[in-house]
């Protein structure tokens, strides 16, 4: 399916990303002003200015999203969106006025206009795309979305800073006339939306929008969804109100060094959600959130310290700073610092979408606003505490940024640390190994299902962690679970230990009862029917507990096969495990998972035969 071809999904991907791009060069030609014109010529204190003016761009996400909310889960989402642009148009005509004029307090009202009108428009954007993308799509639908919104920024930011160096005698006009245009642009591609109608009825509004209130705080993963997004804003805010009066008072720069490091992190975000959505393969991965912190953490710790040691006043252009060394540095870490964002954010807003009630879609994205709202909000406070009242300078502040991305990702982590482990398994096991891995569409994206493989190594089931595209509670024996130096880990991992040695009736029943609990959670459980390491390099007989817990929770079973780890390390071919000196390392192992079995079909037989069969294809290839 070729998204920009989708007369589903085209014209809306231009509509936003027109806005995003207009929206972006009116609020950056404003701070431009007001930190370059204003606050010179009105002794105005210009980090204060710049965090008043984001404070009126975000505070009516705060007040509206609610509305927009219920506009759009009962209205047609299409024919909201066209009414949105047409208020948009009508904005950038006063807009264009107000700059003609220099009225910067009249700047400032627009800027909360235009707020109003992103406000309106968030819970429509985000509710429409789960109606026009199959679901299947939607991973990378979302991709071309965040791209396009940040390639929009990015050129908005580019497209402020070279307007604002015009000569005066040109520049006013010029502006107001680009602000028009692209707002006509945009709502002549909103005019070509299909219909989106709503999907549930008009009544009880305020009933249901009281209901997404209680899904967000009472929905383990709405909570996580929205306060990690309303996280990344807070950091968004921190970095963004504060960049212009770092590149003029810090690093020396105009105009158009505030663009050339505005366009640089909106580069990192968009680069960050394509590398999501490679890395991802169309599936939501929430591993990459807390590692996507790290990524910020790291290089916003090195842009802090990144500017001139003695604190350059004097303002040079673009082409200087780039030359003497200022600006490259701080340009790479602010992409890294974007990167890092894109990894953050894309999960987050895919999981929104994907986790809530579709009749209360865009009323659940308006929640998310508001929260999103006032945790921006308090970041414009925090600016204000730590450069205006504190009187800290602006690389503590933006140092301490990155210690609150560090934190960020250390309870993200330790608040869902399972999809984390696995992706750091994965990249230890591809260190380790020449992985081959087939058949991942098998295992559901959602749902309960149980998966057996045959047994070969110690490292059978780092392998299968890291092939799966979700995460998997291994069945274990319980002497290795119970190691010290393991055990920690498998807790963590969601491990269910088993002891074949003891086999008593209430051990046997503690183990079952995990694995029984497990799947009606709806997860994946991972076991290895054989018992035990193969010690021959074929597949042993399958035990009976594989049809115990599909008599006790019917679910799909997913065979799955190892091939190429015979002979390694961590297997009994000539010697025991783990003896001697490590071999094959670097070996070429291939894995694959087969079709679901259906439950009622299951039988040890049936399954011995499945996995034979993909382990027999699996030695063919090698």
């Not at 509004?205 to 804003?233: E, N």
């Not at 673009?318 to 340009?331: A, E, N, Q, V």
């Not at 414009?380 to 450069?387: C, H, K, N, Q």
Request: net charge positive; proline share 6%; aromatic share 10%.
């Amino acid at each position: 399916m070729n998204l920009m071809q989708d007369r589903r999904f085209a014209p809306f991907f231009w509509t936003q990303a027109l806005g995003a791009f207009n929206d972006n060069v009116f609020k950056q030609i404003i701070l431009l002003l007001l930190t370059f014109e204003a606050a010179p010529h009105m002794h105005w204190n210009s980090s204060l200015l710049n965090s008043i003016g984001m404070m009126l761009f975000m505070m009516p996400t705060l007040l509206f999203s609610s509305w927009g909310g219920r506009l759009a889960d009962t209205r047609d989402k299409a024919t909201l969106i066209r009414t949105l642009k047409t208020f948009e148009v009508a904005c950038m005509v006063l807009a264009a006025l107000a700059i003609w004029y220099e009225a910067y307090v009249a700047m400032m009202g627009i800027l909360a206009l235009i707020g109003i009108q992103a406000a309106l428009f968030g819970p429509v954007k985000y509710a429409i795309l789960p109606q026009h993308v199959p679901r299947a799509h939607l991973v990378g639908a979302n991709a071309w979305i965040e791209m396009g919104t940040f390639l929009a920024i990015l050129l908005g930011t580019i497209l402020a800073g070279a307007m604002i160096e015009l000569p005066d005698s040109h520049r006013y006009s010029i502006i107001g006339v680009t602000l028009i245009a692209v707002a006509l642009a945009g709502w002549w591609s909103s005019c070509r939306i299909p219909t989106a109608p709503p999907q549930q009825s008009a009544g009880g509004s305020q009933a249901i929008t009281r209901s997404a209130l209680k899904q967000f705080w009472t929905q383990r993963s709405m909570r996580f969804a929205i306060l990690g997004i309303s996280l990344f804003w807070f950091l968004g805010t921190c970095y963004l109100s504060q960049l212009n009066v770092w590149a003029k008072e810090i690093a020396g720069g105009n105009a158009s060094m505030i663009s050339a490091l505005m366009a640089a992190f909106a580069i990192g975000v968009g680069l960050g959600a394509l590398l999501y959505s490679k890395l991802s393969a169309g599936r939501l991965e929430l591993g990459l959130v807390p590692i996507g912190a790290l990524v910020i953490a790291v290089c916003g710790t090195l842009f802090a310290y990144s500017g001139p040691t003695g604190g350059a006043v004097e303002e040079l252009g673009l082409m200087i700073r780039l030359r003497d060394g200022t600006l490259p540095p701080m340009m790479l870490e602010l992409i890294g610092v974007g990167i890092g964002g894109g990894l953050y954010i894309m999960p987050l807003y895919l999981m929104l979408q994907i986790k809530s009630d579709p009749g209360h879609r865009a009323r659940m994205v308006a929640v998310n606003n508001i929260v999103n709202a006032l945790f921006m909000l308090v970041a414009s406070l925090f600016a204000i505490l730590i450069t205006n009242v504190l009187q800290w300078s602006l690389p503590v502040f933006y140092a301490l940024v990155a210690l609150c991305a560090l934190l960020i990702g250390v309870a993200c982590f330790g608040y869902n640390p399972r999809p984390c482990l696995r992706i750091m398994i994965f990249m230890g096991m591809r260190l380790c190994y020449k992985l081959r891995i087939k058949g991942r569409e098998f295992i559901p994206e959602e749902g309960a299902a149980v998966v057996v493989c045959n047994h070969v190594s110690y490292t059978d089931a780092l392998i299968l962690a890291a092939a799966s595209p979700r995460p998997l509670r291994f069945v274990m024996y319980a002497p290795i679970y119970e190691m010290p130096l393991v055990n920690g880990f498998c807790r963590v991992a969601g491990a269910i230990p088993i002891n074949n040695a003891r086999n008593t009736p209430s051990a046997m029943r503690r183990t079952f009862h995990q694995i029984k609990k497990a799947l009606d959670a709806g997860e994946v459980v991972m076991i290895f029917p054989e018992g035990q390491l193969t010690r021959n390099g074929e597949i042993g007989s399958f035990q009976r507990g594989i049809e115990r817990i599909i008599q006790e929770t019917p679910v799909p079973v997913i065979p799955a096969a190892l091939s190429g780890l015979w002979g390694g390390w961590g297997t009994y071919k000539d010697t025991p495990p783990f003896s001697g000196w490590p071999k094959k390392i670097h070996a070429r192992v291939r894995m694959m998972f087969g079709e679901p079995v259906p439950p009622e079909q299951v039988t040890r037989e049936l399954l011995y035969q499945r996995v034979c069969q993909l382990k027999q294809y699996l030695d063919s290839l090698h």
